[in-house]
């Protein structure tokens, strides 16, 4: 009996287990995955619970709900990976020995990376929104905030979901506005890129929504230190930006498993071949959704086209055949607006979002890069379709792996 | 398009990036740094070869990356290049503007 041993069961994790479970033999394979969470978290359901529009147990499933019959679901810490010794060390000493093993060990906030992130405000003052703790804190917080300096902030890139502090900016100017408070909130979004956005196209729309908003925009802001006394943070050219009230995104790290394993790039990304998800450690390990350094968002969606290619590509090593190579780099976000609307972003590797019709060339019903209330139904529905297909490895009807063209408004088509 | 650099001609794209490496001069680059109010000195010029020896590499440039370079701290990277350093020194270096990753 050969062992294909999966580590981490958040949303890239689970899906294969899903998707690897009927299509490897039962006698010849065994299938084991390591998590040492019991529960699963809706991640995306982080940016509503500080806004009360999410509780937060609607965003809580127990992990092994999603784990299919048949997978050993091991719920242990997990030390570091052997990779010359085909196997996964465990904090508690025990060895768990692969054939194959994927990576699913995701990314993960770590304020600790900028000098005075945890001082004394952190959790008073200093909010993240990307733990769960983090988002029930916020929400906690917001409930009865009288309104002052409201700094939405990017430490660093790359970051989990990109769009969501965007997000966040968007839906705390609908909330305030509705407490009927917003003329006692000044909101701005401070961000180490050089606009809202990297690709332009999306940066111009959300420059657009942000004026309309009346956001500040702070660009090019790489945070050296937070001053906790005077409640400001500090950019490495010395720009000041003062707070009341700071949601940051931390630098996003890898998982410390990668570290201690000794293979991950400065962020503890594991280096992977950006077309086959095989990793470049070792021919018999294979990375999926945030842990990886692929040049694309670090998001659910992205795990979830990269999850039917690693299928077929898992099946494929098994055989001894050439692995499919044409991963795009497919992303496809809902962005929250605010006043109940949304808009939504298709693009890969090379392709920017642009404006168009979506998932159904010219019909839609959900349009690309514009604001529409059907949009943000689109977004709502996503948790039932989360819970019910994505993680269970169902196809989501109309959506390829493969970014498609057709319905999109291509400028320089090359 | 092309656009005049230093008595040269040169390709760049709408942001005035370089779009063809082997167009780079010295001269082109401090005529670049002028437009951005800066005169280069030995400084800037060691990171300027560091950028371009990365990028030949294929190594996707960052700011955390550069701070632990050994070539040059953060605060200095800013007070040689200020108001985006990253954006500005790889455009005095010909190099493309370094996306990062969305």
Excluded at chain 1, 9 to 34: C, Q, R, S, Y
Excluded at chain 1, 195 to 201: D, I, N, S
């Amino acid at each position: 009996m050969k062992r294909l041993l999966i580590l981490g069961a958040g949303t890239a994790g689970t899906m294969m287990a899903n998707h690897l479970k009927p299509v490897l033999g039962k006698d010849e394979w065994e299938i084991t995955i390591a998590e040492e969470s019991k529960v699963h978290y809706y991640q995306p359901g982080y940016i509503f619970i500080p806004f009360d529009m999410y509780t937060p147990e609607e965003v809580c499933r127990p992990t092994e709900e999603f784990i299919p019959e048949g997978v050993n679901l091991v719920n242990k810490k997990i030390d570091r990976i052997l990779p010359d010794d085909n196997k996964v060390l465990m904090e508690d000493g025990s060895e768990i020995h692969y054939d194959i093993l994927i990576i699913a060990t995701g990314t993960h906030p770590s304020p600790e990376e900028t000098h005075g992130m945890l001082g004394s405000q952190w959790r008073k003052a200093i909010f993240d929104f990307y733990t769960f703790d983090g988002s029930v804190a916020l929400r906690d917080k917001l409930r009865d905030w009288p309104g002052g300096k409201f700094v939405v902030h990017i430490a660093e890139m790359p970051i989990k979901c990109p769009v969501a502090p965007l997000e966040v900016a968007f839906l705390a100017d609908s909330y305030f506005a509705e407490k009927g408070i917003r003329d006692k909130v000044e909101i701005s979004f401070v961000t180490p890129m050089s606009g809202a956005f990297t690709r332009p196209k999306a940066a111009r729309a959300f420059e657009h929504i942000l004026v309309e908003k009346n956001i500040k925009i702070i660009p090019d802001f790489a945070v050296e230190r937070v001053d906790n006394e005077d409640k400001k943070i500090i950019d490495y050219g010395g720009t000041e930006v003062s707070f009341d009230l700071l949601v940051t995104v931390p630098t996003n790290k890898g998982s410390a498993v990668i570290e201690r394993s000794g293979f991950g790039d400065d962020l503890n990304y594991v280096p992977t071949h950006k077309g086959t998800l095989q990793s470049k450690v070792k021919p018999n390990i294979f990375v999926i959704g945030d842990a990886s350094d692929l040049p694309t968002s670090k998001a659910g969606s992205v795990a979830h086209f990269e999850a039917e290619i690693l299928t077929e590509n898992i099946q494929r090593y098994i055989k001894g055949e050439p692995l499919m190579d044409d991963f795009d780099g497919h992303a496809n976000c809902f962005v929250e607006t605010g006043e109940g609307k949304a808009l939504l972003l298709d693009f890969n590797y090379n392709q920017e979002p642009v404006e168009g019709t979506f998932p159904i060339p010219g019909v839609g019903p959900l349009r690309l890069l514009k604001e529409s209330r059907m949009n943000h139904l689109g977004k709502l529905a996503f948790r039932w379709i989360y819970w019910n297909m994505l993680l269970k490895g169902a196809n989501v009807p109309f959506v390829s792996s493969h970014m498609t063209e057709e319905g999109k408004k291509i400028e320089n088509k090359k | 398009m092309e656009k005049t650099i230093a008595g040269k001609t040169v390709e760049v794209n709408e942001e005035g990036y370089l779009t063809d490496q082997s167009q780079w001069t010295r001269e082109v680059a401090e005529a670049i740094a002028g437009e951005e109010g800066i005169d280069l000195t030995e400084r800037h010029w060691a990171v300027i070869s560091y950028l371009q020896d990365q990028h030949k590499q294929g190594v996707a440039l960052s700011i955390r990356k550069i701070g632990k370079s050994g070539v040059i701290d953060i605060k200095e990277f800013y007070q040689l290049f200020p108001n985006g350093p990253l954006k500005i020194s790889t455009k005095i270096a010909g190099i493309p503007k370094p996306a990062s990753c969305i």
